[in-house]
């Protein structure tokens, strides 16, 4: 019954130069990806978090340093499982070019499919196991650590989150390229006993109330859907 916030890096000198960066070592924030760090940091300073886990890339360290500043006491656990898809020989390349590579159609039209060239290339199927079975674990430890209302985040990047989103919302992998994952969005995503309940997807400006916990609940709410949609959020 944990709460999970998904939350991609910022803005990266890759992203705004077009370049796939993958598991490029050096890769950081550009000046507006700071920006956007601090501005999550800002939205996020009254929602209690119970740990933190980071892909060991330095874009999702340096976005979750921003996000922490001020917030030392709260862990942070580096995982392999979460950090970026291994794009293999496509990695450092332009998207331009790679868009007309014959492997593109299929990483936009069956993504199950794809697997990226090179003795370092993964297949996105092999990415979105390794990070369900990363997130899913974690939270079953935090629960068992914090409670069943802690909030915890994970600091990914775009693909490994909207695989993520879409073993959510219990879409096929192939269905996850309908999925939206911006710089710093966050994605949440409620995790109960029945189901996962996608609380928000790729938010960017929102009201993080909904982030914070509710001890109110009942553990028959917090694992049933509300018919008719029920009253939405209210913890100001």
């Given at each position: 019954m944990?709460?999970?916030l ?5 803005r990266?000198?890759a ?27 800002k ?12 892909s060991?890339?330095?874009?999702c360290?340096?976005?979750?340093d ?9 862990p942070?656990?580096?995982?392999e ?23 593109w ?6 993504p ?75 994605t949440?995503?409620r995790?109960?006993e ?10 960017v ?19 049933d ?12």
């Open positions: 944990t709460l999970v998904l939350i991609r890096h910022g990266t000198t992203n705004s130069s077009g370049i796939l960066a993958g598991w490029t070592k050096g890769v950081r924030l550009d000046e507006r990806g700071e920006q956007q760090a601090g501005e999550l940091a939205r996020l300073a009254e929602v209690p978090l119970s740990a933190v886990v980071s060991p890339l330095e874009r360290r340096q976005t979750s921003i996000v922490l500043a001020g917030r030392e006491s709260v942070v656990h580096l995982d499982r979460i950090g970026e898809c291994r794009y293999g020989d496509w990695t450092g390349r332009p998207l331009a070019e790679l868009a007309k590579e014959p492997l159609k299929v990483v936009q039209g069956h199950s499919a794809a697997r990226f060239p090179g003795p370092e290339g993964e297949s996105m199927a092999d990415m979105s196991a390794r990070a369900v079975a990363a997130v899913r674990e974690w939270n079953t430890l935090i629960a068992a650590e914090y409670g069943p209302e802690a909030v915890w985040a994970v600091f990914s990047h775009g693909d490994v989150i909207k695989a993520l989103a879409a073993d959510a919302l219990g879409l096929h992998l192939d269905q996850f390229q309908r999925i939206t994952c911006d710089p710093c969005s966050v949440a995503v995790y109960t029945m189901r996962p309940f996608v609380v928000r997807l790729n938010d400006g929102g009201d993080p109330a909904p982030y914070k916990p509710a001890p109110e609940r009942s553990p028959t709410a917090d694992a859907a509300a018919v008719g949609g029920g009253a939405g959020a209210d913890n100001a």
